[in-house]
């Protein structure tokens, strides 16, 4: 893989954008996940960025960088670096009478903390938002559904939020109580659904919309 994308770094990038769309990760947070020198990630986000594979964007004095699902090459590339094509659901969401606001997209991605959920308890499905999409109308972080003890899932997140360097807000629900605040829309539930989110696992089809 090194060989065919011309270097090491390189490839570490496209695999961690292409396992994580609608993530956005600024360079410190770059350089600590894939393990490469920052100079090196600076010189190959920039080639990226010129390929157009990537987008980025300012947020607190922080440059933030993401994958371009609209790149051409994007669902040949995911499927390349994550055996997954990207399974990507719009929605529009009436903000006024008469108007519209651009679909979020909402993106799945393959289980990157596979290691930190194993032992949180019997998971249907799990979503990322807020702090991980950059998405400040989004009620939580962390979006666990399924037969969660609190204890369990309370550790997951601890060792998530020591990974990502940040707090995060999670909130857990049993799959019953999910599918009726689907059916009734209720609020919580619908901006949940609303916002900017990485499905991380989605077992039984919870995030999508019936």
Do not use: C
């Not at 300012?58 to 990207?86: I, W």
């Not at 308890?121 to 999409?133: E, M, N, P």
């Not at 309370?154 to 059916?183: C, D, F, G, T």
């Amino acid at each position: 893989m090194e060989q065919l994308f011309g270097s090491k770094t390189r490839t570490k990038l496209l695999k961690l954008f292409m396992s994580n769309p609608n993530r956005s990760f600024y360079v410190r947070e770059i350089t600590r996940k894939i393990e490469e020198q920052i100079n090196s990630v600076r010189r190959e986000l920039a080639n990226l960025l010129s390929l157009g594979v990537i987008t980025s964007d300012s947020t607190n004095n922080k440059l933030y960088y993401e994958v371009n699902q609209d790149y051409e090459h994007y669902e040949a590339l995911r499927m390349l670096f994550t055996g997954k094509k990207p399974q990507v659901t719009e929605k529009t969401t009436t903000k006024k009478a008469g108007t519209k606001k651009p679909a979020k997209k909402s993106a799945v991605a393959v289980d990157v903390d596979s290691d930190v959920w194993e032992k949180a308890g019997k998971i249907s499905g799990i979503l990322y938002a807020g702090a991980f999409t950059r998405d400040n109308l989004s009620p939580v972080d962390v979006m666990i559904i399924g037969d969660v003890p609190v204890s369990r899932a309370e550790a997951a997140v601890a060792e998530l939020e020591k990974q990502e360097n940040k707090e995060l807000r999670y909130a857990i629900m049993e799959e019953e109580e999910w599918i009726y605040r689907r059916q009734v829309n209720d609020k919580f539930y619908a901006q949940v659904m609303s916002a900017k989110k990485q499905i991380i696992r989605d077992e039984k089809q919870l995030f999508e919309d019936k």
